[in-house]
């Protein structure tokens, strides 16, 4: 196993000691029991709750931001008060302190057609904007969700149980969130819209298109260019609607890189979307529309990290930028998936995207990070990482 990278925060954890980002892939493969006495001292100050979709947010100590994946007692991390702050412990051992972020006035807040802002979207890391599901997941519905993906794998239960509701939320509400997110509070650098996967990509960029006019009118979409998650429509061409729209990029999320894998782990993109189509729309924009503006998510930790890091190579030197997000198994009882790999993994394919950042100079968007993806995390300390 690599050594973790000497100038990050350390931290000993039972035996051995992990740097922060160690540390934080290790509570997002595992989970975090939080006790109860958390929430009663910090929920009235901080931005936390115990709602069970919230995106609870802790920080370490490098500022590094770290999902708070709430699992049961089971898990060897706890989160407790100890001397008035919230603490992490490992097998009842201290681990380190941590904080959480001001709580913010956004989550009081009500669109004009009556949604809570927090019921369409939710504040990640310290000021990115994240509408995560604005309407639901074809491919789910139609049976079909990506294995690993909670989103989808909840969709199809709620189908099964008949609870299903549509709620297509009207672009001028997201416009609404976004001008309250950005001029008001916390006053938010990055805007991600993400959605469920459609049957009918040419029909999602119209939609999408609805919403970034209605941004436009609201703020003026050159403040916060959007990252749009999107799927991979059949004639690339159409792509150009969303970038003259002002979208700033766009990601077609691979997943997988590996096609057997891929054909097993999302058999719905596999029959509706397949995998040469999100690579063809990815290869399209960056030829069109330079290097960087298209992205793309892997589930780090699902297939070998020889092929997760064969294709971050093909996509990176083709100015694609790949985006690791490690693979979170909790909640995903269905999947019959694999139990996450150990850190020397995450330490190959930290060390080996970080190279491939700083050769094809691929930025990053975001300012401190994501609560669960990796990869703004790696480009922040990629000369670190980078090291042999
Ligand atoms: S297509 Fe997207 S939203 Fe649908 S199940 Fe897969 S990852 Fe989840």
């Given amino acids: 196993m690599k050594n973790f990278a000497s100038s990050l925060p350390q931290f000993r954890v039972g035996d051995s000691y992990l740097d922060s980002l160690d540390l934080k892939v290790s509570i997002l493969s595992r989970g975090i029991c939080v006790h109860d006495e958390i929430f009663e001292k910090f929920e009235k100050s ?5 709602h069970p979709r919230s995106c609870n947010t802790m ?4 500022r590094l931001p770290v999902y708070v994946a709430r699992t049961g007692p089971e898990s060897p991390f706890h989160m407790v008060v100890r001397e008035e702050k919230p603490a992490i412990l490992h097998n009842n051992e201290f681990v380190t302190e941590v904080e959480f972020a001001p709580k913010p006035s956004f989550y009081t807040h009500k669109t004009s ?4 802002y927090g019921e369409m979207a939710i504040l990640q890391g310290w000021d ?4 995560s599901y604005l309407w639901p997941c074809a491919l789910a519905i139609a049976g079909h969700p990506c294995r690993f993906c909670h989103c989808g794998n909840a969709t199809l239960q709620a189908v099964e149980a008949k609870q299903w509701m549509d709620f297509r939320y009207k672009p001028e509400e997201v416009a609404e969130i976004v001008r309250y997110a950005v001029e008001m ?15 009918d990509p040419d029909s999602e960029i119209d939609r999408y298109v609805e919403i970034l006019k209605a941004i436009d009118k609201a703020v003026g979409i050159e403040k916060i260019p959007p990252v749009i998650f999107l799927t991979p429509p ?6 150009d609607k969303l970038f003259d729209a002002g979208a700033g990029k766009i990601a077609c999320d691979m997943d997988i890189w590996n096609e057997t894998l891929f054909n097993e782990y999302c058999p719905g993109k596999a029959k509706y979307t397949p995998r040469q189509q999100h690579l063809e729309a990815l290869l399209s924009i960056a030829d069109k529309h330079g290097s960087g503006r298209a992205c793309s998510v892997f589930v780090a930790g699902l297939e070998p ?9 093909y996509l990176s030197e083709r100015g694609i930028v790949p985006l690791p997000s490690p693979w979170m198994p909790y909640g995903v009882e269905r999947g019959n998936l694999p139990t996450p790999p150990g850190l020397d993994y995450y330490r190959t394919m930290r060390h080996e995207t970080a190279k491939l950042y700083l050769k094809h ?13 990796l990869s703004r995390d790696i480009w922040l300390r990629k000369e670190i990482l980078a090291q042999p």
């Fill in 185 to 199: 509070e916390p006053q938010v650098k990055l805007l991600q819209l993400t959605a469920g996967s459609t049957l």
């Fill in 234 to 239: 059949k004639d690339v061409r159409l792509l």
């Fill in 113 to 116: 057609g009556g949604h809570l």
């Fill in 59 to 62: 920080f370490l100590g490098d």
């Fill in 128 to 131: 990115m904007l994240s509408f």
């Fill in 361 to 373: 100079n691929l930025a990053v968007p975001g300012t401190i990070g994501s609560s669960v993806c």
């Fill in 305 to 313: 990290v020889e092929s997760l890091l064969e294709g971050f190579t």
């Fill in 46 to 50: 901080c931005r936390l709750s115990r």
